[in-house]
């Protein structure tokens, strides 16, 4: 009996100094990651504060886009197509909507705010023929038979009218659509 447990013991000692070099060589490596992580991070911070006369660059820049709000699971991305496209002017860009499911709601997608894409949510009134949605300066019409955008600013004296072609598709697919068109608008910018 007393040889069976000694070498017990002899086992448990060996498993524990085991189990004590895996936790130290665990620690030695996490503390050698943190020591390379930090100089690094010195090394990056130290190149910014020297490199006072660099040129800026932002068209290399990764974009971070906001996701799609959760409100529009389960709807539907009309992406608008204006008809007149005869200059460059920022009236001749597409126009971006989600519907919700229940199609009591609509997010007219602003690409001006912070370098985003945030959706200003518009409440619908619906007919057999038009989805509408209005708010102080505007007004805004989609056929829901052939799909045609007219888009009405009322702020000016003369009220002025767009229109637009718009086609279906999944939610993300607009979100990609209204992302690659924010990316086009960033992409000329010096700063």
């Not at 060996?14 to 503390?31: D, P, Q, S, Y």
Request: with cysteine; charged share 20%; aromatic share 4%.
């Amino acid at each position: 009996m007393i040889a069976a447990t000694s070498g017990q013991d002899h086992r448990s000692n060996h498993n524990t100094h085991n189990a004590e070099a895996i936790v130290r060589t665990a620690l030695i490596n996490l503390a050698s990651k943190l020591a390379a992580h930090h100089l690094l991070r010195m090394s990056l911070a130290g190149i910014v504060a020297v490199s006072t006369s660099a040129a800026a660059d932002t068209t290399n820049r990764a974009l971070q886009v906001s996701p799609v709000p959760g409100i529009f699971v389960g709807g539907v991305g009309l992406l608008c197509e204006p008809h007149n496209t005869d200059s460059n002017s920022g009236e001749n860009r597409p126009e971006f909507l989600l519907l919700t499911k229940n199609r009591e709601s609509l997010g007219w997608a602003n690409l001006f705010n912070d370098d985003d894409i945030s959706y200003q949510m518009l409440a619908v009134a619906k007919t057999p023929d038009y989805y509408t949605a209005s708010q102080d300066s505007f007004d805004l019409r989609v056929h829901r038979k052939d799909l045609t955008l007219s888009l009405k600013d009322t702020s000016a004296t003369t009220a002025s009218a767009s229109a637009f072609s718009c086609m279906t598709m999944s939610i993300s697919d607009l979100h990609k659509a209204a992302t690659a068109e924010l990316r086009l608008l960033l992409s000329g910018n010096k700063i």
